[in-house]
Nanobody, 122 residues
Framework: QEQLLESGGDSVQAGGSLKLSCVAT????????EGWFRQVPGKEREGIAAIYDDGRSTYVAPSVRGRFTVSQDKAANTLYLQMDSLKPEDSAVYYC???????????????WGRGTQVTVSS
């Protein structure tokens, strides 16, 4: 059974760091896109980082560029999101996504994890 399992969400002070992990299990093929989205109540799910085509290219949204880094460990089927210099506005539920589209839109994602909460206090 295909599954994406996120971990690493926590409550931190502004300026702190967290590293999220997403382990993919049960998939029988290599995907062209794996990424991270986040969502706060009342707002649309926002695509913030992705890796395309086995790491040949990456994308990080302008809102987090320079603070967040996306990476992967193919051998461990794990996607990571390193988040540094966290701000209160980064507080959200962070979701792992598989089979995402080139423009990282939520409506184009085929598989979702259940999410992990990140809370940044000032």
């Amino acid at each position: 059974q295909e599954q994406l399992l996120e971990s690493g969400g926590d409550s931190v002070q502004a300026g702190g760091s967290l590293k999220l992990s997403c382990v993919a299990t049960g998939y029988k093929y290599q995907t062209h896109c794996e990424g991270w989205f986040r969502q706060v109540p009342g707002k649309e799910r926002e695509g913030i980082a992705a890796i395309y085509d086995d790491g040949r290219s990456t994308y990080v949204a302008p809102s987090v560029r320079g603070r967040f880094t996306v990476s992967q460990d193919k051998a461990a089927n794990t996607l990571y999101l390193q988040m540094d210099s966290l701000k209160p506005e980064d507080s959200a539920v962070y979701y792992c996504a598989r089979d995402c589209g080139p423009r990282l839109r939520a409506g184009e994602v085929r598989y979702w994890g259940r999410g992990t909460q990140v809370t940044v206090s000032s």
